[in-house]
């Protein structure tokens, strides 16, 4: 399998929330990651998680994190059409090559 | 300018020609990276420089050939390239602070067709 997996696809009305996930299988890995790609542009860091946390908030954002699971989930709350985007998930051990995921594709509708 | 920026945007080119990616960080950063973007595969890193070793994946063929004169260029040069090369090439920099600096900030890529 792949190092860093998450779902290729999510859609949801707008207002509603999304949560987008992501399993990782490096249980070494310090930092945890959220990066966002809207068309015709490149990734953008969104947030990131160290792994001694299992939670963080970022106004709209919410990052959770079940180390024992290797879990991570992105949740947007209101979501709107402007976070229609391609959501990657990526992985660190405390070094400079971060592991990224495939991306999953928010589609957000009226 | 401030970022990464990259060109050409887009390239549209024949197996037989050679070309070269620009890409040039405006934030200080002393490592950089080329990632290649193919539809629904993982980002596949190619080349790192940091500041004092060039990482490669081995899995990449040698018509990519990368060049970094500075901490703030980076350059890809591309000849006899094949149709499945085509792809959106992404330039990243990042900081490296005690050997960590994986919070990467990317151009918007090159989008290149091989014809």
């Known amino acids: 399998g792949e190092d860093v997996e998450q779902s290729l696809f999510l859609s949801v009305r707008e207002g509603d929330s999304s949560v987008i996930n992501c399993t990782y299988t490096?249980?070494?890995?310090?930092?945890l990651y959220w990066y966002k790609q809207e068309p015709g542009a490149g990734l953008q860091l969104l947030t990131y998680?160290?792994?001694?946390?299992d939670m963080k908030q970022d106004q709209r954002l919410t990052v959770l994190l079940n180390k024992k699971d290797k879990h991570l989930s992105l949740r947007i709350a209101d979501t709107q059409t402007g976070d229609s985007a391609i959501y990657f998930c990526?992985?660190?051990?405390?070094?400079?090559?971060?592991?990224f995921g495939r991306g999953t594709s928010l589609i957000v509708h009226p | 300018e401030t970022g990464v920026t990259q060109t050409p945007r887009h390239l549209v080119m024949g197996m037989t020609n050679k070309k070269s990616l620009k890409c040039e960080q405006h934030?200080?950063?002393?490592?950089m990276y080329w990632y290649k973007q193919s539809a629904k595969k993982p980002l596949e890193l190619m080349f790192v420089?940091?500041?004092?070793?060039?990482?490669e994946n081995n899995s990449v063929p040698s018509r990519f050939s990368p060049e970094c004169p500075n901490s703030s260029h980076l350059f890809l040069h591309l000849h006899t390239l094949q149709p499945e090369d085509s792809a959106l090439y992404l330039c990243?920099?990042?900081?490296?602070?005690?050997?960590?600096?994986?919070?990467?900030?990317f151009g918007s890529g090159t989008q290149l067709s091989v014809l």
């Open positions: 420089y940091s500041l004092e070793e060039r990482v």
């Open positions: 998680i160290f792994s001694n946390m």
């Open positions: 990243a920099s990042s900081q490296l602070e005690r050997g960590v600096g994986e919070k990467l900030f």
């Open positions: 490096d249980s070494s890995s310090t930092y």
């Open positions: 934030l200080g950063h002393n490592a």
């Open positions: 990526a992985e660190g051990g405390g070094s400079y090559i971060p592991t």
